[in-house]
């Protein structure tokens, strides 16, 4: 299955710096596998993908289409190090189609909504529990082994979000190391403000 979306404008990566500096140093997304993922949901349905499908290997990535929440950044990308990576979209989904790779939006299902005679083999990879709905997932897997990881453009990046919780001045040495990285740093590197946004605090303010 190939992206369904004739236009995806950003994809998010949200995820924590080790993980982006090997992106910027080897220009290639790591997919990995989904064994080790935390949510045991995800896990144990995407070992029945495997095992239905009767693969050797299965590699997956995940993204996020929406606005960062506090849930993005609580899961994916919590305490100093964390970091959000907005790709140009279009540019990934033609990389993905080049590699034959499949991939898609993630489906949120409630569990009564679920019935097990009807769930196609092919849509495990892209569903997912009502819960989660808020990440707006989109995910990319691979079956096979050569393709755990995808060659990128380092222009296929719009911009780097660091996580607040990193103290000031060790920010500005990241972001100054970072600015290496781009043509136009000072619009593609910044901070996150969701968990203190001056603009609407002062909204609140009184004189």
Not at 101 to 113: F, M, Q, T
Not at 174 to 179: A, M, P, S, T
């Amino acid at each position: 299955m190939n992206s369904l979306e004739s236009d995806v404008k950003y994809l998010n990566r949200f995820t924590t710096l080790p993980f982006l500096l090997d992106l910027l140093k080897r220009k290639k997304l790591v997919l990995v596998d989904p064994s080790r993922w935390e949510d045991r949901n995800d896990t144990e349905i995407m070992k029945v993908y495997k095992y239905r499908k009767n693969l050797s290997h299965l590699y997956a990535l995940c993204f996020s289409r929406g606005l960062e929440t506090i849930h993005h950044w609580k899961t994916f990308s919590d305490g100093a190090s964390g970091c959000c990576i907005e790709f140009h979209g279009n540019d990934l989904l033609n990389v993905f189609d080049s590699l034959e790779l499949r991939h898609g939006s993630v489906i949120y299902k409630k569990i009564n909504e679920v019935n097990t005679a009807s769930i196609r083999v092919e849509d495990i990879p892209f569903t997912k529990r009502w819960p989660y709905r808020c990440e707006e997932e989109y995910r990319v897997i691979s079956e096979d082994a050569r393709c755990s990881e995808i060659d990128i453009e380092l222009g296929m990046i719009n911009k780097i979000t660091i996580n607040q919780r990193m103290p000031d001045q060790v920010y500005l040495s990241i972001r100054d190391y970072l600015k290496e990285a781009f043509a136009n740093p000072e619009k593609r590197i910044h901070r996150s403000t969701l968990f203190e946004n001056h603009v609407w605090i002062r909204k609140f303010a009184r004189d």
